[in-house]
Nanobody, 124 residues
Framework: QVQLVESGGRLVQAGGSLRLSCAASGRTFSSYHMGWFRQAPGKEREFVSAINWGAGSTYYADSVKGRFTVSGDNAKNTVYLQMNSLKPEDTAVYYC?????????????????WGQGTQVTVSS
């Protein structure tokens, strides 16, 4: 059974940094896209970043490009989201998700597996 467990979310001041982790288990993810999404209160879930775990290709939403970095550690079966220069508008619940390689990795409806989410709050 696939399980994704996020961690690392907390309260941080604007301009600060956080690293989110997503520990994956239940299968080999080398042929998967691992995505990060976020959802703020009253808003739809939105794409943040993704990594093609096997190829190492990375993708970012324009709103986070240059500030966030996604990476994967195959040995630990863990995906990370390094978030720098955080802004109050980054405040949201952040979710990790997995889908067998898909060209539509920005669409949350493509993903088969989801973690429970971790809260990131950025104070001004």
């Amino acid at each position: 059974q696939v399980q994704l467990v996020e961690s690392g979310g907390r309260l941080v001041q604007a301009g600060g940094s956080l690293r989110l982790s997503c520990a994956a288990s239940g299968r080999t993810f080398s042929s998967y896209h691992m995505g990060w999404f976020r959802q703020a209160p009253g808003k739809e879930r939105e794409f943040v970043s993704a990594i093609n775990w096997g190829a190492g290709s990375t993708y970012y939403a324009d709103s986070v490009k240059g500030r966030f970095t996604v990476s994967g550690d195959n040995a630990k079966n863990t995906v990370y989201l390094q978030m720098n220069s955080l802004k109050p508008e980054d405040t949201a619940v952040y979710y990790c998700a997995a889908v067998r390689s898909s060209s539509n990795y920005r669409n949350p409806n493509e993903y088969n597996y989801w973690g429970q989410g971790t809260q990131v709050t950025v104070s001004s």
